[in-house]
């Protein structure tokens, strides 16, 4: 399997046409900053996705799950960043479907083939009349070059501060090659539990619809669904993959290329997970929370999100602090079955509690690794063989400055 990171995104897939304008969504006057894309494959796709199971989910959300549920095959997706069309009635659900009418009518596609998204700020009715011309002129600019790609990732961007892009590739068993490709944006409203954050994945790869849509619930469930920036999960979280089978490689259920493919879609997912926490709104440090050792795994999660979101443990983070005691009570609170007398915990594989106890000599070397951009920490109950991974972050002065208003 070969990854390329920050690669061109999605335009590095065979058959997949990208384009990314300006149309001023946010309506501030600035035609140069990207807010539109659109991606076609004239071959129709296999398409799976999985999306945010908060109950104020928004427009685009309700849209797609309908489009999904027709099991009809797909053309690529129309997409916005600057306005969320969520918490906007019935006119909300109207302008989603408009714009997707007008993305499909652009590309020469029949109704409802393509998925829609939006992405910024919640509440707000979508600038139709801007709408229309961004679709229009990003239906002109379709082509599958490096810039494209580039393009379309920086289109769908709101506080982020880089686009989010990654391509993995493999042989099949035959010696033909499969290309995954993928594009995010996400950094703050990050706590996804699906499926602000949004991801497209493109392959070329021939697959059956049933297997891709548990193949990217499995890989979700691993990746974004075990990252937290702040603890807010989006009204517009969704993450879709569209495969339109130009490579001719099929692929079987439990056959040794399903496996290396589901492989690749989880890689893609995985690193796109990362970069989504990285980013995250005026952040400083990247913390690995592993929780092992617990009743189940359905404990260990309970106990990862305690820890990763809580505010005293990530101020502590912030604060280049070794704050274990914020840690152990956390795990606590939880209430998910911890015996403090067999509670372990260590910094980068270095002890600081064993069996409740502080390993007070490696104060120093707790003190070092708090003060890395990157650092893990393990959370062993001994109770069981529960475990959970979540990637958190912690939290800084200028986060709460960012977020005081939009």
């Known amino acids: 399997m070969k990854l390329t990171d920050q690669s061109a995104g999605l335009s590095d897939v065979p058959g ?88 499909c009518a652009a590309a020469g596609l029949e109704k409802n083939s393509l998925f829609v998204a939006s992405t910024g700020r919640i509440g707000r009715q979508l600038p139709m009349g801007n709408i229309e011309k961004g679709i229009a002129d990003a239906a002109k600019n379709l082509g599958n070059s490096q810039s494209h790609g580039n393009a379309a990732a920086n289109a769908i961007l709101t506080s982020d501060t880089h686009q989010k892009t990654v391509t993995v590739s493999f042989e099949t068993q035959a010696g033909k090659t499969v290309t995954l490709a993928g594009m995010a944006k996400g950094a703050g409203m990050i706590e996804p539990h699906m499926a602000t954050m ?35 999960m989006s009204t517009n979280d969704s993450v879709v993959v569209l495969a339109n089978g130009h490579s001719g490689e099929k692929i079987e259920k439990d056959s040794p290329d399903a496996t290396q493919f589901e492989n690749a879609l989880y890689a893609v997912c995985d690193n796109l997970a990362e970069k989504i926490v990285g980013d995250g709104e005026k952040i400083s440090k990247i913390v690995e929370v592993k929780v092992g050792g617990a009743r189940d795994n359905a404990a260990a999660e309970k106990i990862a999100r305690a820890i990763g979101n809580s505010l005293l443990v990530k101020s502590s983070w912030a604060g280049e602090d070794p704050n274990w005691g914020r840690l152990a009570d956390a795990a606590g609170y939880a209430r998910a079955g911890l015996d403090q007398d067999k509670l372990d915990i260590d910094y980068d594989n270095v002890p600081v509690l064993r069996g409740g106890c502080p390993v007070d000599e490696n104060l120093s070397q707790w003190k070092q690794i708090v003060k890395k951009r990157r650092f893990s920490i393990l959370v062993n109950l001994n109770v069981g063989a529960g475990e959970f991974r979540l990637l958190s972050t912690d939290l800084t002065e200028a986060y709460v400055t960012f977020n005081k208003s939009e």
């Open 16 to 103: 997949f046409l990208l384009s990314g304008v300006g149309c001023d969504i946010r309506q501030k006057g600035d035609l140069n900053r990207l807010d539109m894309a659109l991606c076609i494959s004239k071959t129709p796709c296999t398409a799976a996705g999985v999306f945010t199971t908060n109950e104020v989910f928004a427009a685009p959300v309700r849209l797609c799950r309908e489009i999904l549920d027709t099991k009809n095959p797909l053309h690529g997706f129309v997409a916005n960043s600057g306005n969320a069309n969520a918490c906007t009635g019935k006119q909300g659900l109207q302008n989603a479907r408009k714009m997707s009418e007008l993305a």
């Open 198 to 232: 949004l991801c497209f994945i493109a392959t070329d790869a021939v697959i059956e619809q049933s297997l891709l849509q548990a193949m990217l619930k499995r890989c979700a469930d691993r990746s974004f669904n075990c990252i937290s920036v702040d603890g807010d």
